[in-house]
């Protein structure tokens, strides 16, 4: 019985981070160490720059994305100035 609670628990808080997520948008996992979790527009994803951490993302983690989600190893800082200046164009 425990391991059913602890299935179901685990299901309800995966469906619980899916409706944070605003339709049109992707969360992403950005960090080094201690990665940060950010929500971005989809349009990015057609953007250069960041299909270039996306290739990183995959020469780094393959299809495997330890935090459940596509984690992209760059600085959170990088990121921010990225996404900021994407956001302006």
């Known amino acids: 019985m425990a391991a059913i609670h602890k299935m179901l628990r685990r299901s ?5 981070r899916s409706t944070e997520v605003p ?3 992707l969360a992403v996992y950005v960090g080094e160490n201690n990665n940060k979790r950010f929500v ?17 993302a995959e020469d780094e ?5 330890p935090m459940g989600g596509l984690t992209i190893p760059c600085s959170e800082d990088l ?5 900021s ?5």
Do not use: M, W
Request: net charge positive.
């Open 61 to 65: 983690f393959g299809f495997h994305h």
């Open 79 to 83: 990121f921010v100035d990225l996404t």
């Open 23 to 25: 339709k049109g948008h």
């Open 12 to 16: 309800l808080s995966a469906e619980k």
């Open 85 to 89: 200046r994407l956001s302006k164009a």
């Open 40 to 56: 971005i527009p989809l349009s990015y994803l057609n953007h250069p720059s960041f299909q270039e951490l996306l290739c990183q």
